[in-house]
Structure formats: structure tokens, C-alpha cells
């Protein structure tokens, strides 16, 4: 697998982990006398987005940096 699938299957799981926090925050009562019966964790949630959001640039990072050491490869080669 290349440098650049990894990084982007590593971006697509944080995508889903934000999707998945932004489902359980969804569920939120507007009011509060509107509790429903499964509490969401704000502080959780607010941690599982964090966490998303550093992996997804950690996986930027990656790629871009993939990128660039396969052009200096080619560089070197051509």
C-alpha cells in the first residue's frame, strides 16, 4: 500500500469517527426538560472531535510529505 492510500484511508477513518460525534451530539435535547434516555458526554464528544481533527492532519501531513520524498525519488533517479 502507498504512502498516500494509507494517509487517505487514515482520513477517511477520522471522517467517520466525526460523523459518528456529530450523530451523538445530534441527539442533544434542545430543551432541558427534553432529556432523552441515552445522556450524551459533551466533554467526550468534544475530545472524539479533537481527536479526528489532529488525526486528519496528522494524515495530511503524511501525504503531503509521501508526496514530496516520491518526487525527490524521481529527482534523484531521472
Same mark, same amino acid.
Given at each position: 500500500?502507498? @504512502?498516500?492510500?494509507?494517509? %487517505? #484511508?487514515?482520513?477517511?477513518?477520522? +471522517?467517520? &469517527?466525526?460523523?459518528? *460525534? /456529530?450523530?451523538?451530539?445530534?441527539?442533544?435535547?434542545?430543551?432541558?426538560?427534553?432529556?432523552?434516555?441515552? @445522556?450524551?458526554?459533551?466533554? %467526550? #464528544?468534544?475530545?472524539?472531535?479533537? +481527536?479526528? &481533527?489532529?488525526?486528519? *492532519? /496528522?494524515?495530511?501531513?503524511?501525504?503531503?510529505?509521501?508526496?514530496?520524498?516520491?518526487?525527490?525519488?524521481?529527482?534523484?533517479?531521472?
Amino acid at each position: 500500500m502507498s @504512502v498516500i492510500a494509507t494517509a %487517505a #484511508e487514515g482520513i477517511r477513518r477520522a +471522517e467517520e &469517527r466525526v460523523q459518528r *460525534a /456529530a450523530e451523538r451530539l445530534a441527539r442533544l435535547p434542545l430543551n432541558a426538560g427534553d432529556a432523552p434516555a441515552d @445522556v450524551v458526554d459533551l466533554s %467526550a #464528544e468534544t475530545v472524539a472531535l479533537i +481527536e479526528a &481533527r489532529n488525526a486528519s *492532519a /496528522a494524515n495530511a501531513a503524511v501525504a503531503q510529505t509521501g508526496q514530496e520524498l516520491e518526487q525527490h525519488l524521481l529527482d534523484i533517479l531521472g
